[in-house]
């Protein structure tokens, strides 16, 4: 909303060195200069310089970590990508996975806000409760998940069976399609609270006086929601939804943990599968290639989601 | 029924649904530990044993060396020294950054701020491999400073978006009064910014040691052995390696989770109150 914040430096030419005193904002600019530099130096140290030995590591032949003879290969490497098959299924894979969590976790956790801002009995043990799922790690989480799809003795198979939902146990992490929304229904419990406390921050900012309002006008809660709710919510509702996309996107963790990638490569996701190239097969020139391509759809994603954004921001003000 | 107490009844059953469906998955990781071995594989399973079986935590606290408690304790440590670590130098870096991006005015500060926030865009499969030749030549890999000098480049531009949001939600005026009296603008953010901004710091705190406790990738690759291992590669080594075992891993995963989990109930208040939104936007 405030956009016009961040464009400070816009107002003022840089003043000249041969002027007797140095203005307030060169004061300022060597100040703020000190001020980043450790974060700087901790950020772009681990991340600057790496990325660009990814993308040169990317156009070499290198076949193990201790390889010595490592031929140039030009764009060869984003050229054997390209034309894997088992690339693209794990792009469309993962393009599935993004739109799948991200899409429930901010529908679940737009009710889950609503309930957190609701007048509630015991308001405190709820959000006490909600927060649980959020603090558990994302290893534990999905071991927790595997223990509940188990085939044999699962939680899951145990309590559809008792409730007569299915006559007998299936093994949900046992086919690719069933596992692939295994994961996502277990990355989708960990992350709505978030999702839900940070569309909680957006929604404490609605003024109440626009509830009162609406009241007034006796307007019902879809009208309420409509008209009030959604349209103020839009700035937290774009965060939540890029930062969520690039997580989902990058996914790797729960997938190692719950699956490693299977069944017959049924949850490799992109940033898994480039894992198994760099690592497994010790092809580093195609798995950096992949790691790069991943990089440049996040890009892409990125700059579509602003542009939109930036337009459907204007229609607010 | 008047229409404000239809609506309190739905609220309250929706509230209660949300709360079980949190609820289930844990109870039964907490059931899982303490039941035996043998009940818990039984046909139709049942769900409340007759008796309870606390060995597994036995194992885990009272394990010899070369034990699954052993590792398992020894990761626990590693957490703990790599969650603070990261906790301390991203909270230093992070507040004097976030000072800077809510108050002065300097060229290409959107820019600069952007690449920040720009840097979590990158997976962190992109960096593995020139990383682990920066540790190991720096004699870094399998310790827990190399992996906290890894995670502050994760942690670090989240602290600075969280801290430089709430900076600016404290009214200047009050920094200007503290100058006006002679404070120079580093002492006016210790005395009079800091203090104000209690909930966003507690925020911050927090979701640095939350990152840090859950970070796997990193960890995964750049250590081997107790000597730095950390929790999350050593429930996933045993998830993996006692697949027939689900109290064990159940009991291990529960005291892995307790940490962040105590954290994030005692501090839950500030984290909403730590993420006003909608005044940094890309």
Known sequence: MTVASLNGSKEGAPEKRSLPRRGKRDRQGR???????????????????????????SLFQVNSALA?????????????????P?????????????????????????????????????????????VLPWAIPTIVNAAMWKGIYNAQYGALNAALTQLGVIHEYKAWLGEPMSALNAV?????????????????????????????AARIDRAGWP?????????????????????????????????????RGGPINGTATIAYFAYIRAFSDQNFGVGSALAIIIVLVILVLTTIYLRFLRRSDMSLL | MRRATRNSILIHVAAFVVAVCCLLPISYMVLAS??????????PLRWIPSALDFSRYVTIFRGGADSVGATFRAAFVNSLVVGIGTVIISMIVGILGAYAFARLRFRFRRVVLLLFLGTYMLPQIALLIPLYLILNSLGLLNTQAGLVFVDCSLVIP??????????MTIPEELEEAARIDGTTRLGALFYVILPA???????????????AWDEFMYALIFTSTNAAKTLPVAISEFAGRYTTDFGLVSAGGLLAALPPVIIAIIFQRYIVSGMSTGSVKG
């Open chain 1, 31 to 57: 100040l703020a200069f000190w001020l980043l530099l450790p974060a700087g130096v901790a950020v772009f140290g681990v991340v600057l310089y790496p990325i660009a030995r990814t993308i040169l590591v």
């Open chain 1, 68 to 84: 010595t003879d490592t031929p140039f290969v030009g764009l060869g490497n984003y050229v054997e990508v390209l034309q894997d």
């Open chain 1, 86 to 130: 088992e690339f693209w299924n794990s792009l469309w894979r993962t393009l599935y996975f993004t739109v799948v969590s991200t899409a429930l976790e901010l529908v679940l956790g737009l009710i889950v806000a609503g309930l957190l801002n609701a007048k509630l009995r015991w308001r405190w043990l709820f959000r006490t409760i909600v």
């Open chain 1, 184 to 212: 996502i229904i277990a990355d989708v419990w960990k992350t709505t609270p978030l999702v839900a406390f940070f569309l909680l921050a957006g929604l404490t900012a609605i003024p109440s006086e626009l509830y009162e």
């Open chain 1, 223 to 259: 009208r309420m929601l409509r008209s009030i709710v959604l349209p103020l919510l839009v700035p937290s509702i774009s965060i939540v939804l890029v930062l969520r996309t690039v997580e989902a996107f990058k996914v790797f963790d729960i997938i190692y943990a719950m699956t």
């Open chain 2, 34 to 43: 303490v039941t035996p071995q043998r009940t818990l594989i039984t046909i």
């Open chain 2, 158 to 167: 989240f602290v600075l978006w969280i801290l430089s949001n709430y900076f």
């Open chain 2, 197 to 211: 901004a209690r909930p966003g710091i507690v925020a911050a705190i927090m979701f640095a040691f939350l990152l």
